[in-house]
């Protein structure tokens, strides 16, 4: 009985041992994202408080996977009762899951749009020149946000701002290659023989505390 027994298991060892195990499969996935295009390329807009974001088109095309996506708009970052400057987010995913995001500025105002703060400054304190330029009815941005001499180049940063009326602008809260800034006692005066704006460049350090003033040229 015990030899039966044994050769039993050896039988039963060869015939499973032949089944063929099911193959795994895999698949390779090469990392891409769609790209998203605005048409004619605006990704700035302004809307009256109160008033609705227009119609914002925008396409998707994935050139690895040569697809279409499509493009979602998500406007709860916007509060059309405030004024100041909202970001709204578009993303696209494509097949894989991989998304991309784009970024539409706009800046919600009263401010008429024959209002132009654009153009040549210079800071009153150093006299380095700034240019300022306007993208949409009162949204602009200024090349050199703390009006930074060329000797200190990683501080000369782009920043967005947004006129409210006569006399305020708003410096709102964005990321700069040096973190996040914000304004403070930011204000304008649109008397045509000395035009200026101004504010304080937040967080400080490194900008320090001093109120900046920008004289139109």
């Known amino acids: 009985m015990k030899k039966i027994f044994i050769f039993s298991a050896l039988v039963f060892l060869a015939v499973t041992g032949c089944r063929k195990q099911p193959n795994s499969v895999s698949t390779e996935v090469s990392v891409s994202y769609p790209t998203i295009s605005f048409a004619g390329g605006n990704i700035y807009f302004s809307i009256p408080v109160g008033g609705a974001l227009p119609n914002v088109s925008a396409t998707a095309y994935d050139s690895f996977y040569q697809e279409r996506d499509s493009v979602l708009i998500d406007k709860s970052s ?5 004024p100041g400057l909202y970001i709204v987010t578009a993303s696209s995913k494509n097949k894989y899951g991989m998304t991309a995001y784009a970024s539409i500025y706009v800046a919600v105002t009263n401010i008429p749009s024959v ?3 654009g153009g040549r400054y210079a800071r009153t ?3 380095d020149t700034v240019h300022v330029t306007k993208l949409a009815t009162g ?3 200024t090349d050199n946000v703390g009006g930074v001499l060329a000797s200190n180049p ?4 782009p920043a967005y701002f947004v006129q409210v009326d006569d006399t305020t602008i708003i410096l709102p809260n964005q990321q700069t290659a040096q973190g996040a800034i914000f304004g403070t006692m930011a204000a304008c005066n649109m008397s045509p023989l000395d035009t200026t704006y101004q504010y304080v460049v937040n967080p400080n350090p490194p900008f320090g505390s ?4 920008f004289l139109k040229l």
């Open 210 to 213: 001093s109120l900046r003033v």
């Open 78 to 82: 916007l509060d059309n009762t405030t």
């Open 115 to 117: 209002i132009n703060l």
């Open 125 to 127: 304190s150093n006299n």
């Open 139 to 141: 949204l602009y941005v």
């Open 154 to 157: 990683a501080f000369i940063l």
